[in-house]
């Protein structure tokens, strides 16, 4: 059974960095492709970087680029998500997700994921 679990999410001044694990069990993170999204109260699901098998590959979507920075560790089955020059506007929890085999073409879609994790949650506020 896939599982995926966050951890990092906090409170955090504008302007300032954190960085978010997601630790996976019950499947090979090599053959797996690991995005992160967020959802902010309100609004629609959106991904925010996706990385690629079997050793990265990292997408990011154009409101993060420059500022988040995914990366993967398949030996220690965790992919994690530094975030910095953060903005009131990344406020939303944060979840990861599991893709077999590849990143979708469209990183920003919830869509055809095959496992989530529970979410943690980030709020950017001075």
């Known amino acids: 059974q896939l599982q995926l679990v966050e951890s990092g999410g906090g409170l955090v001044q504008p302007g300032g960095s954190l960085r978010l694990s997601c630790v996976t069990s019950?499947?090979?993170?090599?053959?797996?492709?690991i995005a992160w999204f967020r959802q902010a109260p309100g609004k629609e699901r959106e991904g925010v970087s996706c990385s690629g098998p079997p050793h990265g590959s990292p997408r990011y979507a154009d409101s993060v680029k420059g500022r988040f920075t995914i990366s993967r560790d398949n030996a220690k089955n965790t992919v994690a998500l530094q975030m910095d020059s953060l903005k009131r506007d990344d406020t939303a929890t944060y979840y990861c997700?599991?893709?077999?085999?590849?990143?979708?073409?469209?990183?920003?879609?919830?869509?055809?994921?095959?496992?989530w994790g529970q979410g943690t949650q980030v709020t950017v506020s001075s």
């Open positions: 997700a599991a893709m077999y085999a590849i990143c979708p073409r469209n990183i920003t879609s919830p869509r055809g994921y095959d496992a």
């Open positions: 019950g499947f090979t993170l090599s053959e797996y492709a």
